[in-house]
């Protein structure tokens, strides 16, 4: 290979000063030139942190990384980047994902990098670093951290999405915070992300289907000693990648982007997948629209019978054959010629997959649920769009006509939800504004709103929840998300009161207040905005530059890329 057709021959491969310098450091750490220079030099992205359990075993996956790189005659070098752990991160760590990003975006293309694997688990790890590498485009590969073994209790698998039921039970009195605690060791039983098709499970299923992980990896559960080899051998093809010149816009086209829709469809996937996939394609140049998820996912029922919207669990997705054989049911909506990242067509990767479990991947032709994936509703109370996911709703409610029990805010819903006189049954609608990008700030996970106690004491498991934030891709429940306009920005939704009349018609694809337009124009008029508290640093940054939920929510001066040139050296 010639030298200066690598990247980082703009440092190592430089005379005099310059050069002195970029080598003379690289030294510093024990390693002779002849290790790094005139070789492909190749960044690991890494998200470990002990602040993000779902990726605490992310530097073991770095070793195995190396390996590969090491052996393919790459040089590799590990570095940080901010790490989002969903759990622990306050207000929520969507509002660090595009902050994150940056970081990603200009620790790749400030440093003498010719590829680079990016290690994603816990649910924001994977867009964050997605966008970042998107707007420096190089060769590029993903790896996954793998989900969790499936928690064991009682008897009975269980995943985060029981979370959600064990919490109701609590709320009836079924369970006590003492069971609680047991749970909590019975469910999180070994190192990964959340074992059900939860948010960090659909991210993993998108990279694979857009084709910049290798094959297999969605489902390889953590503890599995065959994500490791993943890993190592997606550290020996990111070399090749380098020498074949194979960046992520070579991979990531629009027909990329539709297979990946389709198959989030097909597996019951997170409505997160929307807002990422969103942002992704802003970052990457491809021209992709909200409206796009509905008219590509329309007719695709349930193949992947995996919690929240089914039965089963990633490690059992593992089994019964993974994404591959997920990818070869769907082979007549798909289409075959996209590249990925092992250098064949995503067809080539999954013609020889098999199923092996007929309960956990059914066939399109007798799917475990009719019902799609994801819907995208519009209105009067939604002009910009709002996202539902079927296969996680109730039949019922699909199409409902209700009166508005309203919530301004996060603090007067927990305030209110739980009092004996609050004016609310069954038939009513739940609405939770202000959660939305601009409004919370950083649109939190709080959209599947737990029922009024003393509906829940009554048995009612589910009712029509309408809000500008988003929900954990673990939950389910008629939920309607990602209201656009949020109310922050002024949109219908921002003036809608308690006792307005709400209609969600899901077959219609529609989601209307019964409200004139001048009525909602007299109510906007007499609006008063809240004043704003946050002005200042990244957060106040954010807020000022964030995008709608319809555009993916990210911050305008994201979109796009700036390439790999950096013009100017440093000494
Ligand atoms: Fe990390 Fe669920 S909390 S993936």
Redesign the pocket.
């Known amino acids: 290979m010639e030298e200066q057709k690598l990247r980082s021959a703009n440092w190592f491969g430089l005379k005099g000063k310059d050069g002195f310098i970029y080598r003379a450091w690289m030294k510093n750490q024990g390693i002779p030139d002849y290790e790094f220079n005139n070789k492909p030099v190749i960044g690991i992205c890494n998200t470990w942190s002990e602040l993000?359990?779902?990726?605490g075993h992310f530097r073991e996956l770095a070793q195995s990384v190396r390996r590969g790189i090491l052996e393919a005659g790459g040089f590799p070098v590990e570095f940080p980047v901010m790490s989002l752990?969903?759990?622990l991160i306050k207000p929520t760590a969507m509002l660090y994902r595009n902050l994150a990003s940056m970081d990603v975006e200009e620790s790749i293309r400030a440093n003498p990098l010719d590829g680079v694997v990016l290690l994603c688990?816990?649910?924001k790890t994977t867009p964050s670093l997605v966008m970042g590498a998107c707007s420096v485009n190089i060769p590029t590969i993903v790896v996954s951290g793998g989900p969790m073994l499936t928690g064991r209790y009682n008897g009975k698998s269980i995943g985060?999405s029981d979370l959600w039921r064990f919490d109701a039970d609590l709320k009836k009195g079924i369970i006590d915070e003492e069971e609680m605690r047991t749970i909590e060791s019975a469910m999180c039983r070994s190192s990964g992300?959340?074992a059900v098709m939860?948010?960090?499970?659909s991210m993993a299923c998108m990279v694979e289907a857009l084709g910049i992980s290798l094959p297999g990896n969605a489902a390889i559960p953590a503890a599995d000693a065959r994500r490791k080899m993943l890993a190592q051998f997606s550290g020996l093809r990111i070399v090749e990648m380098v020498k074949e010149d194979l960046k992520l816009s070579d991979i990531l086209t629009r027909n990329a982007f539709e297979n990946a829709i389709k198959v989030n469809a097909a597996i019951g996937g997170s409505t997160n997948f929307v807002i990422h996939l969103l942002a992704i394609a802003g970052r990457i140049g491809v021209d992709l629209h909200l409206k796009d998820f509905d008219e590509l996912s329309a007719n695709i029922p349930l193949i992947a019978n995996l919690q929240p919207a089914g039965k089963y669990f990633m490690e059992d997705l593992f089994y019964a054959g993974g994404l591959p054989a997920v990818l070869r049911e769907l082979d007549s909506i798909l289409h075959h010629d996209c590249i990925t990242a092992n250098g064949k067509t995503i067809k080539e990767n999954y013609e020889n997959a098999e199923s092996y479990n007929s309960d956990v991947i059914t066939g399109m032709e007798n799917p475990f649920n009719n019902a799609t994936g994801l819907a995208i509703l519009k209105g009067n109370l939604c002009e910009d769009g709002a996202v539902i996911k079927p296969s996680a709703a109730s039949e019922h409610l699909m199409t409902h006509t209700g009166k508005a029990v309203v919530f301004e805010n996060i603090e007067d819903y927990k305030a209110r939800i739980d009092l004996e006189d609050l004016d609310v049954d069954e038939t009513s609608i739940l609405v939770l504004k202000n959660v939305g990008p601009k409004g919370y700030p950083g649109m939190p996970e709080v959209g599947n709103m737990t029922l009024p106690k003393k509906l829940l004491k009554r048995g009612i498991s589910d009712m029509v929840r309408i809000s500008d934030g988003r929900m954990?891709?673990?939950g389910f429940g008629t939920v309607v998300l990602h209201v656009s306009p949020e109310a922050a920005a002024g949109g219908n939704f921002s003036v809608i009161q308690t006792g307005d009349i709400i209609t969600l018609d899901v077959p219609n694809r529609s989601l209307n207040v019964d409200l004139t337009d001048e009525i909602l124009q007299e109510r906007k008029a007499k609006y008063k905005e809240e004043p704003r508290s946050i002005k200042r640093g990244y957060v106040g940054l954010y807020i000022d530059h964030v995008q709608q939920a319809h555009l993916g929510a990210d911050m305008d001066f994201l979109r796009g890329g700036s390439g790999s040139v950096v013009s100017r050296d440093s000494h």
């Open positions: 993000t359990p779902c990726n752990g969903e759990t688990g816990c649910d985060t992300h959340c939860g948010t960090a499970s954990s891709g673990t």
